[in-house]
């Protein structure tokens, strides 16, 4: 049995096999998933064969949802929070959650796996010992090479997503 704590669990970020053990077991163990899209979680879930009480927390509802995670928190349950791929609060929906669990003094644990920054990175040929990440860049032009430009001397490498 797990203890009372948010899990953010890392999911596949392309094949439904590249989930870690410890992942799977979390998965099994909590009483609730918080999930960013509850139809791609569901596919995960089935592929392992798992079955979890399961909602929905994504970027339109993520504020909404937290005092009810948080009451859960209080109440000695776990929850796992997983985003459609790859790490939550990473370019994804979770940081309002994660920071309101934190300050309400409750536990947070990371369950590493897959991330598509450091998959890219690692297979891109660029140097990797020093590298920025960006997210995603608005998609004004304008706006995009401002943040750019901010950028432009830094000697490190720009993982970007698109």
Known sequence: MLEAALY???????????ITIRAV????EVDVIAAEDTRTAQTLMRAHGL??????????????RIQSLLRRLE???SVALISE?????ISDPGYLLVRAVVEAGHKVTPVPGASAVIAALSAS?????HFVFLGFLP??????????????YIPATLVLYE
């Open 139 to 152: 998609q004004r032009n304008g706006r995009r090479k401002r943040i750019l430009k901010t950028y432009k």
């Open 85 to 89: 791929a790859g790490t939550p609060c």
């Open 8 to 18: 953010i669990v890392a999911t596949p970020i392309g094949h439904l096999d590249d």
């Open 25 to 28: 077991q979390v998965l099994r």
């Open 51 to 64: 079955q979890k009480s399961m909602l929905s927390l994504h970027r339109d509802n993520e504020a909404q």
């Open 75 to 77: 109440a000695g349950e």
């Open 125 to 129: 040929g660029l140097p990797s010992h």
